[in-house]
């Protein structure tokens, strides 16, 4: 995976939901997913989408995030407000149909409202075959997108892993408990 | 040794000009206008690397090649074929062609014009309006200052006389297409335009400039163009030339109270082009837009010289120039903003981006404020760059490759300036043509 050039990645499955997610005036966000899609569908041997079946497919996925209609035709995040930069990248992983989406502090700058539209669009897309890694810093997203699995990262390593359990303990604890374990494994 | 091929350069213009002793359809006034124009070439000669306003821009090309005054002859079948492709789909309205500087009946559609509006050829309009002619010819734009322009009026034989009578809308289009033909001698052509807006007026007007050999040739075009108040004028330059070819074009606005004009210059073509445009805000409460897009690959070379004069109160400006340079292609962008004692109040605002696509394309760009009042806003910006990384990178991360990614960037780039254009047939074809230009991810 990590050969592949950023395409690629995409089109063998990967998403990445940026944490800030960059404007891109004069594109379209209806022209480049387009684009983006097709190029996707060529790789895995599949016919490209037409402007009318694609259009088709936008106005469902669009129901995912409680999308407005005029945000399809804007360039791709020009002048759209965090909240609505966030839903928009939920918006390409719901067309773009990845089989894995790493969502990127997706919670941070949301209000409530937004966070709540955004969880329940990445929830509609957890079909028991979809895989999903969530990075944030906070249990609040948690609650909303529950996990299966929680790791903890201490300097890039996975230094604790558990089931939902583990966020609740950290809200509680903090990390530094985590830190002394490791602390005083390497000790042992 | 170059100053000597120098002053033959000049003496040839000269001597042709006392050989060809262009046709004055018996107006003496005319004549008078071109002795003059002839006069003070002599006295300027042709500029060099020397001249200040031709610093960064060498013109030696152009001045050192004995150009053949063009003569008036028919397209070769080929040749008509190929104009085809220059045609913009569904275009409605009046059209005027000429060819190497001589007016096209044959190519040319007259639509219904309201009355006492005039589009004609220059030539027809000296016969038939010549008072009209004599009071607004070359009354705009000096021959003292530019060798070129002086040439022009020493040798122009025709272009385009535009005339709205007050209160006149034409609603349709009206398009000048400038054709050179295919030749075995370097020509050169010297198209003259006069536009004159009454009161209260609006119409739109494009000027387009084209080649259909591979020869090289010489397009020295001025354009007068004159607003009077409360006029509306679109008006759009499209130069698109053959590689050889050079191209200088010299637009001078003259602008009463309260108009809006505006003016957008697409440049493709030519080994060596540039405009030089200059609008004189005469009036309070005027608005003018100047914007701009320049595409060179190879090794074009394109210049943008304009030069915004509020010279009364309460006027608005903007400049917003697009370049887009590829392979070892060079450009100069010098802006010129200059608000005069009694032009309290102005809004001057310009910027000029250049997308550099490879490390030999090179962007020269000056702005030049010159303010004489104390209650004006000028602002003026100049970015040169590559495609931002991180758009790229975003698109790519969606599955697009880095070419598309590149390509689809581009156009948006050049899009912000077309998609300006409001003339749909003209926008559609340019929209298409660029579209075709950036694939690849070069242009």
Redesign the interface.
Known sequence: LLELKPEERACEGIFLAFQYPVEIPGVSNTYFLKAALNSIRKYRGLEELDAMDFLKLMRERMKFVEMDETLLNRPVNQGFSGGEKKRNEIFHMAVLDPKLAILDETDSGLDIDALRIVSTGVNSLRDGKRSFIVVTHYQRLLNYIVPDFVHVLVDGRIAKSGGKELAFELESKGYQWIEDEIAAGAGA | MAQVQLTDAKERYLSDFERISPENNGRSWLGELRKGAIAKFGELGLPTLRDEQWRQTNVAAITQTAFKSADARDLTSDEAERLKNYVFAGFEGTRLVFVNGHHWPKESVAAELPKGAIVSSLSEAIRNHPDLIQRHLGQYIADDKDAFVALNTAFMQDGAFIYIPDGTEITKPIHLRFVTSGSDEPEVSHPRNLILMGTGSRATIIETYLGLGDNVYFTNAVSEIVLAERAVLDHYKLQRETAKAYHLGAIQIHLGGECKFANHAITFGAALSRNDIHAVLDGEETECTLNGLYVATDKQHVDTHTKLEHAKPHCRSHQLYKGILDAHASAVFNGWILVRPDAQKTDAIQSNRALLLSDDAAINTQPQLEIYADDVKCTHGATVGEL?R??I??????????D?ARD??T???A??IIGEIKIDPVREHLEHLIWERFRHGHV
Do not use: C
């Open positions: 931002p991180d758009s990178f975003y698109l790519r991360t969606r599955g697009i490759s880095a598309e689809m960037l156009y948006a780039f899009n912000e």
